[in-house]
């Protein structure tokens, strides 16, 4: 079971998440950080399916991935 | 148990980049990070950065950094690679300093074939400076000095570093990619491993190009500036590796035994 | 060690190996262009790594890099090409990182021509780039000073962590005059940097830059710079006094190949004579005013001769203090006979 963590306060709400996001659960929420940005928020955890690519395209590394359990391979990076 | 698959890694700062939101200077700086770590090169590493939106890099990077003068990175990693040959030494440029005022450095140091490795953001703008018009920029595309769009008659067709440099015959990897898909980041890691495994080698030189976005400076939102460059900026500089160390030499230069 | 004939700019090759030098970027330009050919030569025989840039500009931003691993490391060029370096320059001195520059005067402004010439004062003593800073500047008058000067320029630059340049005109690289070298220093005898680029392993990365954005930062850098430059001007003044009496004519002021022919015009009117004294700045930066000063008052008339029109006279000037300060300078590259600076001498002693 993939565990999505986003670091609220290093987010600059580009959105590029939801962008990568393969199932469209990632998206920017409605509260503000510090900085004044609406940061990223899951809103649907249950359908992530651990590809990381939110993570990729991240260009903050606002977004750490972990898995519990077994983890499915999907491309190699 | 939980186990991380995906974090910061150790050779990028924990520190929040001034970059503007949604710049893909974020995404570049950890792909070559991340690449740093997995070849254990971060403590012999020697990153050089440019005058441009990344002068700031050696903030992020965690590895012995230089600040070169605008466009001379290239030419201020060839001292400090034959100074020290055993350290792995990068250059991080943005298109106005790559391949405008530092043309000449980047050519001669491919051409020398200095066993450096060079990180070249091409995001068809000057972004630092506030979106002036690059080498890059794209024919018709506006910026601050081309207001009614780049007119080619006056300012040229953009150039295509990766090809200009392909022909040249020192041995050399040049490849373009991207980070402005995100399907295409483990491609463009891809190509950057190899980029710095052929100066583990001491093989050859090594360039990276990545098409990259400026929102802030094209006006547009991040994804709609991903949607740019794939549809504007991707038919013109296409991705893929140019040249490759294995490629032939020419016979009239294939280099013969020297009689000593 | 024997004394051999060898030309100017060998020379300077030659004492950079001795003074444990083993990194040389370069360009070809007259002058100058024997320095990068003997090295290419050379430096292979002791190890040593040459390599010919694109152009000045790439050269002084190799030495810059080199330079940044702490390792010593040179360049050589001539008036155009040390314009070009001068950009870099500023980045080094604002780094603290130390290299040493040569510069085979040749007669300008623009291109010039490719022969000797002093018209480089202003540029190395003040205008070598952007900013706040300050270069050593040593301006040996013989192939033999020239190589002793190679080797105190790359220990100034390393007690300084400084740009310094060694300044001759085109007859210093050109002439050849018997010279005599110190036993070669151990390249690897230098003690480790702390600050250098050496690969962050066991310690916290180390960063070099000039870029300082936020200004209390920069003004503290300037006041550091600042207060090295002071320091250099209480430590380094470096000069020679000749034919000094407690009453002088004439004193005259002159370096490099200009100080050797007044030299000769000061013999013969020393038969005839009259009193002429000169001083001969060996550092035109930082420039021993105190010294001149002390002179000037022993000198009923004073005049600077240079291969230039009158670059130097501005310094003589600040020395003496409002006196007049006359001047003779020849241009083009045409440098003067003995005759004829003996007669100025004369012409002024008498007016």
């Given at each position: ?77 | ?73 290239p030419a201020?990693a060839t ?12 250059t ?6 790559l391949a405008?005022?530092g043309m000449g450095e980047i050519i001669h140091a491919a051409n020398r074939g200095e066993k450096i490795t060079v990180?070249f ?38 150039i295509r570093v990766a090809e200009l440099l392909s022909n040249l015959v020192t041995p050399s990897y040049v490849a373009r ?18 980029a710095?495994?052929y100066?583990?080698?001491?093989r050859c030189f090594s360039l990276v190009e ?31 590796v140019y040249k490759t160390p294995d490629d032939p030499i020419p016979d009239a230069v294939r280099p ?5 | ?51 010919q840039a694109e152009?000045?500009?790439a ?293």
């Open positions: 079971m993939p565990i999505i963590k986003i670091h609220k306060e290093k987010c600059k709400g580009c959105e590029l998440c939801n962008y990568a996001c393969p199932q469209q659960i990632i998206k920017m929420g409605r509260e503000l950080n510090k900085k004044g940005y609406f940061f990223a928020i899951l809103d649907d955890p249950g359908r992530c399916i651990g590809c990381a690519m939110c993570a990729l395209t991240c260009p903050d590394l606002a977004i750490e991935v972990a898995v519990l359990g077994t983890r499915y391979v999907l491309y190699e990076y | 148990m939980v186990n991380t698959i995906f974090s910061r890694p150790e050779a990028h700062r924990d520190i929040f980049t001034h970059y503007c939101p949604g710049c893909t200077h974020g995404i570049t700086h950890r792909l070559v990070a991340e690449v740093l770590d997995e070849l254990k090169i971060r403590e012999r590493a020697v990153g050089i950065a440019p005058v441009g939106c990344a002068v700031l890099a050696y903030n992020y990077f965690y590895c012995d950094f230089a600040e070169a003068a605008h466009g001379r990175a201020m001292g400090i690679k034959r100074a020290r040959p055993d350290l792995i030494v990068f991080y440029q943005g298109d106005g300093d405008s005022i990180i953001i091409n995001n068809a703008i000057y972004g630092m400076t506030g979106g002036q018009m690059a080498p890059t920029t794209m024919p018709n595309q506006r910026a601050t000095t081309c207001p009614f769009g780049r007119d080619v008659n006056v300012a040229g067709y953009p990619v991207t980070a402005s898909i995100p399907s295409q980041i483990p491609n463009a890691k891809r190509a950057l491993r190899k710095f495994q100066q583990i080698e001491g990545f098409v990259s976005t400026c929102p802030t400076n094209w006006g547009m939102s991040p994804i709609k500036a991903c949607g740019w460059a794939q549809s504007d900026m991707l038919p013109f500089y296409k991705l893929g013969r035994e020297v009689k000593k | 060690m024997a004394r051999i004939l060898m030309k100017g700019n060998e020379a300077i090759g030659e004492a950079a190996i001795r003074a444990g030098c083993r990194f040389f970027f370069g360009y070809p330009i007259t002058p100058q262009s024997e320095v990068p050919e003997y090295l290419a030569k050379r430096f292979p025989e002791v190890g040593g790594v040459f390599t152009s000045e500009v050269a002084v931003n190799m030495i810059y890099g080199a330079a940044c691993t702490g390792t010593r490391v040179f360049t050589s060029s001539s008036s155009p090409g040390i314009s070009l370096m001068s950009e870099g320059v500023s980045y080094i001195a604002a780094t603290e990182v130390a290299v040493v520059i040569v510069n085979i005067v040749r007669c300008s402004p623009g291109l010039g021509g490719i022969l000797p010439s002093q018209g480089d004062y202003w540029q190395a003593t003040r205008g070598m780039g952007h900013g706040d800073f300050r270069i050593l500047v040593l301006a040996p008058a013989s192939v033999q000073e020239a190589a002793n000067l190679i080797g105190l320029a790359f220990d100034l630059a390393d007690k300084y962590t400084n740009p310094v340049m060694v300044i001759g005109d085109g007859i210093i690289g050109q002439m050849m005059e018997p010279v005599e070298f110190p036993e070669m220093t151990d390249p690897k005898s230098f003690k480790e940097k702390p600050w250098a680029l050496t690969g962050a392993k066991g310690r916290e990365p180390n960063i070099l830059t000039s870029l300082f954005l936020d200004p209390d930062v920069l003004e503290a850098m300037n006041q550091r710079l600042l207060k090295k430059y002071r320091q250099m001007e209480a430590t380094e003044k470096r000069w020679e006094e000749y034919n000094i009496s407690d009453h002088m004519d004439l004193l005259v002021f002159a370096y490099g190949t200009m100080s050797r022919i007044s030299k000769t015009a000061i013999d013969e009117l020393k038969q005839e004579g009259i009193k002429v004294g000169l001083f001969r700045p060996i550092t035109l930066y930082p420039y021993a005013y105190e010294a001149a000063s002390a002179l000037i008052e022993k000198a009923d008339k004073l005049i600077s001769v240079e291969l230039s029109t009158g670059q130097m006279i501005d310094d003589v000037r600040l020395a003496s203090k409002g006196r007049e300060v006359a001047f003779f300078g020849r241009q083009g590259g045409i440098v003067p006979t003995p005759e004829e600076v003996k007669s100025e001498f004369l012409k002024l002693v008498k007016s």
